[in-house]
Each structure stands twice: as C-alpha cells, then as structure tokens.
C-alpha cells in the first residue's frame, strides 16, 4: 500500500525533461508566435488572441501530457494513462487546428527556408495528394479508429508499457492519427470545402459509437484486461479493476462531449450560418475579414459567383500560389542579417586589427601546446598537447562552423609565419600551375587520417606538439616562396576542412548590394587598398576570391580583407541559408564551377567517408576486430591492417559506391554525360551528412571530455614554476558519464544531416533533368549512398568509445 503523502511527493517531483519532447515544442512555439506577429503586423484580423492562445493552451497541454506526473504514473494507473490519450486524442488536436498555424508556422520560418526548403515540398504533388488523401473523411476516420482499436488490445497495450520505444510509437499514432480525424472537422484556414460538411454528422457519429464500444468493454469487464496494471501495487487503494473501470469511464464522458460538443458546433454552421459563410472558407471560429494576407482567396474576377466556386471545389489547393513561398512574395525581399552590424561584436570586427588579436590568442594557445608537448610529463589526460588539440579544439571547431563559419581561419596563428616568411623571403613566385587543384590536400588528408590512427597521434603529446611546429614551418616555407596564401588555397589539411565544412555554415562573406559593384572602378577588394596618412595598406583578397563573383564560403578564410579594404563598406558578414550553395552551380570567382571540380568532389568524398571511419576507429567492436586480425595473421603490429582498413574506407568502398550511384544514375535517368562528371555534381549532396558526422563525433568528446584541460592546466602550472597548485588537483575530471540527451542529440544530428543531403540530391536532380522520373532515377542511387552512411553512424554513436586524451572509459 502506497502512502498518500509519498504519493503526491512522487507526483511534484516527477516532471521530465526530454529534449526529444521540449525541443520540438520549444521551437513550434517561437515559430507560431514569430508568425502570429508578422501576420498582424501586416494587417491579418484573422489572426488574433483567440488564435494564438489555442496554439499556447495546445502546446501546454501537451508538454502536460508528454512531461508531467501524467507520463510518470501512466504506468502505474491505467486512468492516469487514459487522461493522457484523452489529451491526445480529443484536446489538443482540435486546439491546434482552431489555432490555423499554417501560415503562422511558415511566416515565423526564415524567407530562404520558405523559399528553398518548404516551396519544393509545397509545390511537389505526390505530397499534397498524399495529405488530400489522409484528410478525407473515411481515411481520416478508419486510421483514427484503427489505431485506437489497434492500441487497446491487449498484446499491444502491455508491450507497449513494457517498451519505452513502443509507448511512444502508440503515443504518435494516437496524436497523428487524432490530428487527421480532427482536420475535416475543424478545417483550418487556409484550407478549401471539397466535400459537403454534412458528412461530417455521420462521420462524428460512427465515432463516438465505436469509441462507447470500446469503453464499455473497459468498463464493464470482469476481468482485468491489460495484466501489466494487475502485477502493480495499489496506488491509493484502488484495485487493478477499479482502475480499469475508471478509465473507462473516463474515455465515454470525456470522448462523447468532444463529439457531442463538435456535432453541435457543426450542426449549428449547417443550420444557422449564412450561405456564403459555407461556400467560403471554413474557419473554425473566425469571421471572414478579408485583409491582404488571406493569400488562399481566389482573385476579385472569379470570387463572386457560386458556379465557379463550385467549379473549383473539386481541385485540390494549390499550394504553390502562396505568396510568403514565392520568390515574389514579400518577404523574399528582405536583406540579409549582417554580423557586422551588431552592436559591439560588429565594431570589433570592422577594426582592421581585430583579426591579428584573434591569432594572438591561438598564438599563445598553440605555444602551450607546443612547450607542454614536448617538455612536459608525457601523461596524456594531464598534457595540454594531449587534450587542447584532440578534445577542445576539434569540438569548438565543428561548433563554430554550425553556427557561424570558418572562424578558426579567421583566428588561425599559423598566419602570423606565413606572415614572418613573406617579410623575409618575399613571397615573389607563383605557384605552379600542376599543384592548382585540391589534389594535394585531397593526399596530405589521407596521410593525416592514416598516420593518426596507426600511430596514435591522440595519444602522444610529443608528437602532437612536433605536428604543431610542422604546421608553422610548412607555412612559413610555402607563403614565404609563393604569393599570396598558397598554404591556406593548396596546401593546409585544416583549411581544406573547414572549406567543405563551412558550405552548411549559416554565415558567408559577400557584398550587400551588388549594384554598388558595378559602379565601382578601384576593385579593393581584390587588389587591395594603397597605404594612406591614417591607415597602413590592406591587401586584397589573398586567395583570388571576387567579391562581386563570389558565391559560398568554399576557399574563404573569413580573413576579412575585403571587407577592411572596401572603400564603400559594401561586404559584410551575412547569414544565408545552410547549404543554400550546395544547390547551385554558378561560375564561381576563384573556383570555377563546382560541378565541375573532379579535385574538390574528391576532396568532399574524402572528407565525407573520413568521418565515418575515423569514427569507427574508436569503437570498441572495430577494435576487437582489428586485435583479432592481428592475433590471426600473426602481424606484429596494428599498422597492416589499419592500412588496409584505411586503403578500403577511404579508397576502395567509396570509389565503388560512387562508381555504382554514377552508372546507375546515369542509365536510370538517361544521361548522356560521362559518368565522372555526374559523379562530381552529385558528391556536393554528401557534405552535409557527412559534417553531420564530424560534429556528433567531435562534440561527444567535447561535452564528455571537457574537464580535461583543468586538470592539464593545473599540471603544467604546477610543473613549470607555479607552486600554490596542489598536486591533488591533477585528478583529471574527464571522461564523464555520458548523459541521455547527448546519445539523443548525435541522433538528432544524425537525422538532420541525412534530410539535408536527401533534400540537396533531390534538388540537384529536379535541377538537372527535366520530369520527375528521370530526376529520381539519378537521385535514388546517392540517396542509397546517403542512407548507408546514416544507418552506420546511427549504428557507431551507439557503440562503447574509446576516449581520445583521456582515461580510456566506455561511451
């Protein structure tokens, strides 16, 4: 017997908090309330408190039913677990319809995700067919009821409260299942009448029969149905059938006053409410203002005769026509957000020296490094050239280029030799015509990933720090002999990596207004600006980079030359679309046409199929295997079948993957290019997952790993002089538990990689070939390379990892 006191302590402290759940409903939110007040700010009266407040009361009730005490004792009480499909099924489904959060939805979206994302999806017809089909009456109400029957079984029911993935499988098929029931009756604006809303009397009908069926069979059994509640305690001394004849009894009252209560409403309109009212669009609860943003309305000329509207009933909308997803609406007009305009952080980037700063402080992070590497103890987890590089540095990289872009470039410290050399040497030559591709950064990659797994690079401070000073040396020995930034375009592996990676980054350096361009006769932003009596000279773009050509953040160092040289402080820092740039083909300055560069497509297939290798290098099934291997064939080390792995994962599997979606694309679609050239166009497709990759990889060492440097900190400091710190403090604080939301956030990750690459390689496609079945002819085979990958990443985050620069521990 459970106590009543311990009962509602267990109650208040049992809200959850799953980022799966919060996350979602967070980010509807803030879209519908960004929407809601654009739409009255342009003068919409359709929406208006009444509106907004059933989206907010919808979303809280459903946090109330996903996160409170509700979810925690569903599995103890089978009322408890009823009141939660109650909210489900027949509250909070109606209360977001009446809210009409189409438009809101897609108004609070960023223009370039309307335009380039959402306007495709609207505009397909597979997918307004598809969701015409669902909202029809009879389909709407068979799924409900068939889900609903499905569920309550008994079989499903206890496996369902016995699976954590089960119960939230039958949680979405009740949410979704009610969200399509609940369409036909409620018909959100802007959606058009194509049945008579008598139907919907019968309709409601049969539903509350079946539902007065089913809750009676609860609530008049003799025998417990469901045996997972029978096995549990008494929770307040009601006893498993009470229970169940309470929950049954909850699911007739509160069911058949939804249906009762919607019957009326529906009746009501039938009866009492004007002719035209019925013609027109049904809007659950708002009156038909006409304003200039009821954007479904069709044109003055056809509007007042009810021939053609019924004439037109039968079509299905046409989701193309609006406006906030055309390139003609009004929002498609306004500017980009510029970085350099924020307060502050704006100022200080304008200031020309900002950026020498800003490698000043890698600088000295770099010595640390370097100093620590090769004259401190060589413990790893207690070395800062064990941890900086391996754990903070890769992790603030790839968080970077999520949220902004290139910024290490921009702050690298290895400019400050390239910069010594130039002074020194002159950097006069050219360089050479044979090396102007990526084809020896594509090698130098290779050598890189190869060396660092076979000679555990992670795991020797002093090697990492000998790597540092073979950076600084290269590039003070490169730009100092060649002009311009030789190193960063050709030579440097980091750079090259951050080059690929910032194409899904939300920030690109490019002029504000191309028309200032045109006028424009001094060209600073490549030739540079000459030396005046208040400023020193700023060199133009070093990498040959026009401004007025430029397209994407591909070879941009985010140096800002360009924007300090630019006399009409016409470039900026502007936010874009991640991955807008992948979609397009353009002539680019200083690169061609992508689609085109057979050196760039395998430097992005290299670095695609990299992260998934060097992420398969750390965990433990991949180990096990290659210990095996080397006990087998009795090799004396690892390096035989390392290389061998790494000649196949970064070699053999990717040319045939590639070679196999190229020929099949290429027959499938009926394309008469090579199949090299549609390989290199497709490869761009591939980049977002892959990135995808790198940052569930690198932020999971990251997060996991971050007390490292303290306790390295606190090492060095005491080794090297500073005496107040006690050696106790060296117990390094890394490796920790890994917590629940970071297995689900590399998922999350995981899943947006994938729909981003799916999404490029199907725009790609529709681009390039004309119908829709050549065009998925030449996609399905890279959406087949896609999917792979995915299903091995999702397979690697969930194996035990090997730490890098820690004390080994189970992932």
């Not at 992005?604 to 087998?632: E, H, Y």
Request: net charge positive.
């Amino acid at each position: 017997m459970i106590s009543v006191d311990s009962s509602f302590q267990a109650i208040l402290s049992s809200w959850s908090f799953d980022v799966w759940i919060v996350a979602p409903i967070v980010l509807s939110s803030l879209l519908y309330l960004r929407g809601w007040c654009v739409l009255r700010q342009r003068g919409s009266q359709r929406f208006g408190a009444w509106q907004l407040a059933a989206f907010g009361c919808g979303m809280a009730l459903l946090s109330i039913a996903l996160l409170s005490p509700i979810e925690t004792f569903s599995a103890l009480m089978l009322r408890m677990h009823m009141v939660q499909h109650l909210l489900l099924m027949f509250l909070i489904p109606p209360l977001l319809w009446l809210s009409a959060p189409e438009l809101p939805l897609l108004c609070g979206l960023p223009s370039g995700v309307r335009r380039e994302w959402i306007a495709p999806l609207y505009r397909w017809k597979p997918i307004r067919s598809g969701f015409a089909f669902l909202t029809r009456p009879p389909v709407a109400w068979g799924l409900f009821v068939a889900a609903t029957w499905i569920w309550h079984l008994p079989r499903f029911y206890d496996a369902a409260l016995s699976s954590g993935t089960l119960h939230n499988l039958e949680h979405a098929c009740f949410f979704w299942a009610a969200m399509l029931f609940w369409w036909p009756v409620v018909q959100p604006y802007p959606s058009r009448l194509k049945y008579s809303r008598w139907v919907l009397l019968p309709y409601l009908f049969l539903a509350a029969v079946q539902g007065t069926v089913l809750s009676g069979i609860l609530s008049f059994a003799n025998d417990v149905i469901y045996d997972h509640y029978e096995l549990l305690p008494k929770v307040w001394g009601i006893t498993a059938i009470d229970d169940q004849a309470i929950a049954g009894t909850l699911m007739w009252l509160f069911g058949m006053l939804a249906y009762v209560i919607a019957g009326a409403l529906v009746g009501y309109k039938l009866l009492f409410a004007p002719r035209s009212r019925q013609l027109h669009f049904a809007v659950a609860g708002m009156p038909p203002v006409q304003s200039r943003v009821t954007t479904y309305a069709p044109p003055a000329a056809v509007r007042p005769t009810t021939r053609r509207l019924n004439r037109a009933k039968h079509r299905p909308p046409v989701r193309q026509q609006l406006p906030i997803l055309s390139h003609d609406g009004h929002s498609s007009h306004r500017p980009a957000r510029d970085v350099l305009n924020v307060p502050l952080l704006g100022r200080f980037l304008r200031w020309n020296k900002s950026r020498l700063v800003l490698q000043f402080v890698m600088f000295a992070a770099a010595a640390l490094v370097i100093v620590d590497g090769l004259l401190g103890a060589q413990i790893v987890s207690l070395n800062l050239a064990g941890v900086l590089p391996w754990i903070h540095w890769r992790g603030f990289l790839v968080l970077g280029l999520l949220v902004a872009g290139n910024l290490f470039c921009m702050a690298c410290p290895f400019k400050l030799s390239r910069t010594l050399g130039k002074t020194l040497f002159g950097g006069r030559r050219h360089w050479p015509r044979w090396l102007r591709s990526k084809w020896l950064a594509v090698g130098l990659l290779f050598v890189f990933f190869w060396a660092y797994e076979v000679f555990s690079l992670w795991q020797s401070p002093w090697w990492t720090a000998w790597i540092a000073v073979g950076y600084f040396l290269a590039a003070f020995v490169v730009d100092g002999f060649f002009r311009g930034a030789a190193f960063c375009k050709y030579v440097c592996p980091i750079g090259q990596f951050n080059f690929v990676q910032s194409l899904v980054s939300p920030l690109e350096v490019r002029v504000r207004d191309t028309s200032v361009c045109e006028e424009c006769t001094t060209k600073e932003c490549i030739r540079g600006a000459a030396a005046t009596a208040t400023a020193a000279a700023i060199p133009g773009c070093e990498l040959h980079l026009y401004q007025p050509r430029k397209s994407s953040n591909f070879d941009c160092t985010f140096c800002l030359d360009c924007v300090h040289s630019c006399p009409h402080q016409n470039v900026g820092i502007l936010t874009t679309l991640p991955g807008r740039e992948l979609l397009r083909n353009p002539r680019r300055s200083g690169i061609g046409k992508l689609g085109g560069r057979t050196d760039v497509a395998a430097l992005v297939l290299l670095l695609v199929f990299a992260a998934f290798v060097n992420a398969a290098g750390m965990v433990a099934p991949v180990l096990d295997l290659i210990d095996r291997l080397q006990a087998g064939w009795g090799f004396a080390s690892r390096i035989p079948i390392v290389t061998a792995g790494y000649l196949l994962g970064l070699g053999a599997v990717p040319f045939c993957l590639v070679a196999i979606a190229s020929l099949a694309g290429r027959r499938w679609s009926g394309d008469s290019e090579s199949a090299l050239r549609i390989a290199t166009r497709f490869s761009y497709m591939l980049v977002p997952l892959g990135f995808s990759m790198w940052l569930a990889h690198y932020s999971f060492h990251l997060f996991t790993s971050s007390g490292a440097f303290s306790a390295a900190m606190r090492r060095f400091l005491s080794e090297f002089g500073w005496r107040d710190v006690e050696t106790a403090a060296w117990v390094c604080s890394c490796g920790l538990e890994t917590a629940d939301w970071l297995l689900k956030m590399e998922l999350i990750l995981l899943d947006a990689g994938l729909l981003l690459s799916l999404y490029i390689g199907y725009r790609i496609a529709r681009d390039r070939y004309l119908g829709m079945r050549r065009a998925m002819g030449a996609f399905l085979p890279w959406a087949g390379i896609a999917v792979i990958l995915f299903l091995a990443g999702v397979w690697l985050v969930f194996q035990p990892m090997q730490m890098r620069g820690v004390m080994p521990m189970g992932m």
